[in-house]
T-cell receptor, first 113, second 115 residues
């Protein structure tokens, strides 16, 4: 039973355009959400996070939106750059459970020059 | 080094053999996690260590899997009598305390292939 789902295994966008990566979750106890980026042969690195008390968090070219009623979050990258090409993982943490993150299966983003 | 260090980076073994994977977390990080990523799957939680507390082993898939953390620093993940379905990238991560900000720092992973 996947509690965090990334239904698009891959996404291609043109350089300079917006990339939108989507994530859905089923556990209503999740209260903190994160995005990680992973390059080949490297470990995932933290990108941006959002608490359930917010609906938007922005950091430079990266913005995460949270829609709690729909149990959906998205990561927007604008403008997209070739260096953004990587696998993006959505992750969630349940309230009262600081011990582990539940990850989605990832989306491979390719930004075409 | 400044980051999480894992060894070996690649391990090929025969079915039925035991393997040990090592993780050296970032100095000063009290929390240590093991995850694994099978082909086409997300990161699957295995085990969590926090200071001197009893580890959270709830993610270990079978009793063939075990992990230790000696002296609150280096951790070893042991897989006994390996099976082909154990083939995956095993990722170690560490964080300050119990992940107050949710941010984990990952190593590069150990790719295990069981023939």
């Amino acid at each position: 039973d996947q509690q965090v789902k990334q239904n698009s295994p891959s996404l291609s966008v043109q350089e300079g355009r917006i990339s939108i990566l989507n994530c859905d979750y089923t556990n209503s106890m999740f209260d903190y959400f994160l995005w990680y980026k992973k390059y080949p042969a490297e470990g995932p690195t933290f990108l941006i996070s959002i608490s359930s008390i917010k609906d938007k968090n922005e950091d430079g070219r990266f913005t995460v939106f949270l829609n709690k009623s729909a149990k959906h979050l998205s990561l927007h990258i604008v403008p997209s750059q070739p260096g953004d090409s990587a696998v993006y993982f959505c992750a969630a943490r349940a309230s009262g459970s600081a011990r582990q993150l539940t990850f989605g299966s990832g989306t491979q983003l390719t930004v075409l020059p | 080094g400044a980051g999480v260090s894992q060894s070996p980076s690649n391990k090929v073994t025969e079915k039925g053999k035991d393997v040990e994977l090592r993780c050296d977390p970032i100095s000063g990080h009290t929390a240590l996690y093991w995850y694994r990523q099978s082909l086409g799957q997300g990161l699957e939680f295995l085990i969590y260590f926090q200071g001197n507390s009893a580890p959270d082993k709830s993610g270990l898939p079978s009793d063939r899997f075990s992990a230790e953390r000696t002296g609150g620093s280096v951790s070893t993940l042991t897989i006994q009598r390996t099976q082909q379905e154990d083939s995956a990238v095993y990722l170690c991560a560490s964080s300050l305390a119990a992940m107050n900000t949710g941010e984990l720092f990952f190593g590069e992973g150990s790719r295990l292939t069981v023939l």
